[in-house]
C-alpha cells in the first residue's frame, strides 16, 4: 500500500509517501516566525500549519513522483501535542480521506518517533528498549510489538530536550537550542565545569534541578565577569551536553541490565545530539548491545516516522473514522 503521512503536532508541519519499504518522500517545513518569541508560540503554530499544509503535501507527493489516486491511506498523528497545531493536521487528513473515499489511520506521535526505526535498515528486533528523548518528552519504552510499548521511566518534570533549549535560552542563544549547543559542545571541555546528577529513583528521570543549577552557575559567573558566556560558552555547552548525556545513558543501561535487553535504541528529537549517539555506540560496544540510531531526518519530527506507522496499522487493519478528533496528551 501506499501512505500519506501527516504530522503537525508542534512547529514542523511534515508530509511524506511512504511505499512497502520505500520513504518516497519526507516533506518537512520548519516555522522560523517561532525564533523571536524563545520558543514555540501555539496560536502562531496553528496559523503557519494552515499555511503550510496544502504546499507540503503537494511537495511531498511530487517527490514521491505518485498522483493522489494512488495513495491507499491517510495516517495522521491524532497527538500528543499543541491542540491548535493538531488539528490542522487531523482536520487536513479527515477531508483528504472524504474526498478520496480512503481509510483513515491516526498514530500516537510518540510511537512514531520509535517505529521510526523501521525506516532503514538494520532494524531493531522486539523486544527493544528505546530511550526517547524529544522537547516535550523523556522516555525509556520497552517495545514488545509495533504497538504493544511500555514505559518503563521516564522524567517526572522537563524533558531532555526542554533542559537543552532552556540552557542555550540562559546562554542567549536561539530557538531551538539543542542544535546550538550541540554544535558549541564539539569545540569544548565536557570536563570544564561538573554539573551534579540528579538522584532519582528507578528509570525516572528530573532535570529541573539541573536547569536551575546552570541558571545559577551562570548568574554567579556572569556578575563576577560580564563576558563569562562569551569567553567559555564552547565550555559550557560542552559541559552541559555531556551531564544530560550522562543522566540518561546512566539510566538506560540500568534498565537494559534490569530487563536482560541487548538491542537498545534512540528516538526523538534529542537523539540528533552528537554526544549522545556516539555515547550509545560506545555503550553497545561496551556491553555487546546492538545498538539502533535513525537517519538525523527521523529524530526531530517529521511525516516519514507517522507514514510508516501508519503502514503498520494498515497491515493490522486497524483504521479510524471520520468522528476523531486531536488529542493534547494521549497514552500508548
Ligand atoms: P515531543 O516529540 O515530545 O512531542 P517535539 O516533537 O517538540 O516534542 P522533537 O521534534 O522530537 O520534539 O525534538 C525537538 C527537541 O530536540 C528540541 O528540544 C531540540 O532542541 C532537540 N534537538 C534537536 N536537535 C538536537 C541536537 N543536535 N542536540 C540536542 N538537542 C537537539
Ligand atoms: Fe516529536
Known amino acids: 500500500?501506499?501512505?500519506?503521512?501527516?504530522?503537525?503536532?508542534?512547529d514542523d508541519t511534515s508530509a511524506a509517501v511512504y511505499s512497502d519499504g520505500v520513504m518516497l518522500s519526507n516533506i518537512i517545513a520548519n516555522q522560523a516566525i517561532h525564533e523571536a518569541y524563545g520558543g514555540v508560540v501555539p496560536e502562531l503554530a496553528s496559523r503557519v500549519h494552515q499555511q503550510n499544509i496544502v504546499p507540503a503535501v503537494q511537495q511531498a507527493l511530487i517527490n514521491a513522483k505518485i498522483r493522489k489516486n494512488d495513495i491507499d491511506a491517510v495516517a495522521f498523528t491524532r497527538g500528543p501535542g499543541l491542540l491548535g497545531s493538531l488539528l490542522v493536521g487531523v482536520s487536513f487528513a479527515k477531508a483528504f480521506a472524504l474526498a478520496k473515499n480512503l481509510p483513515l489511520i491516526e498514530v500516537n506521535h510518540m510511537q512514531a518517533h520509535i517505529?521510526?526505526?523501521?525506516?532503514?535498515?538494520?532494524?531493531?528486533?522486539?523486544?527493544?528498549?528505546?530511550?526517547?528523548?524529544?522537547?516535550?518528552?523523556?522516555?525509556?519504552?520497552?517495545?514488545?510489538?509495533?504497538?504493544?510499548?511500555?514505559?518503563?521511566?521516564?522524567?517526572?518534570?522537563?524533558?531532555?530536550?526542554?533542559?537543552?533549549?532552556?540552557?542555550s535560552k540562559i546562554l542567549g542563544l536561539p530557538y531551538p537550542g539543542g542544535p546550538l549547543i550541540d554544535k558549541h559542545a564539539r569545540l569544548g571541555n565536557p570536563d570544564a565545569y561538573p554539573f551534579p546528577e540528579p538522584q532519582i529513583p528507578g528509570y525516572n528521570f528530573s532535570f529541573s534541578g539541573l536547569k536551575t543549577?546552570?541558571?545559577?552557575?551562570?548568574?554567579?559567573?556572569?556578575?563576577?565577569?560580564?563576558?563569562?558566556?562569551?569567553?567559555?560558552?564552547?565550555?559550557?555547552?560542552?559541559?552541559?551536553?555531556?551531564?544530560i548525556v550522562t543522566i540518561l545513558l546512566n539510566k538506560l543501561t540500568k534498565a537494559a541490565h534490569a530487563y536482560g535487553i541487548k538491542d537498545v535504541a534512540l528516538?526523538?528529537?534529542v537523539s540528533a545530539n552528537t554526544g549522545l549517539r556516539l555515547g550509545l555506540q560506545q555503550l553497545g560496544a561496551k556491553h555487546g548491545w546492538?545498538?539502533?540510531?535513525?537517519?538525523?531526518?527521523?529524530?526531530?519530527?517529521?511525516?516519514?516516522?507517522?507514514?510508516?506507522?501508519?503502514?503498520?496499522?494498515y497491515l493490522q487493519g486497524d483504521f479510524t473514522d471520520q468522528h476523531v478528533a486531536p488529542l493534547a496528551r494521549m497514552p500508548f
Open 213 to 243: 543549577s546552570i541558571l545559577y552557575f551562570i548568574q554567579n559567573n556572569v556578575a563576577k565577569n560580564p563576558n563569562f558566556i562569551a569567553e567559555n560558552l564552547n565550555d559550557i555547552c560542552a559541559s552541559v551536553e555531556k551531564r
Open 115 to 167: 517505529l521510526a526505526h523501521f525506516i532503514d535498515e538494520p532494524k531493531p528486533t522486539f523486544p527493544f528498549l528505546c530511550l526517547t528523548v524529544s522537547g516535550g518528552h523523556t522516555q525509556i519504552v520497552l517495545v514488545k510489538d509495533y504497538f504493544d510499548m511500555e514505559i518503563v521511566g521516564q522524567t517526572q518534570d522537563d524533558a531532555a530536550g526542554e533542559a537543552m533549549d532552556k540552557t
Open 1 to 10: 500500500p501506499v501512505i500519506l503521512g501527516i504530522e503537525s503536532s508542534c
Open 290 to 313: 546492538n545498538t539502533f540510531i535513525p537517519a538525523i531526518q527521523y529524530c526531530t519530527d517529521n511525516a516519514g516516522m507517522i507514514a510508516v506507522a501508519g503502514y503498520y496499522k
Open 267 to 269: 528516538a526523538g528529537g
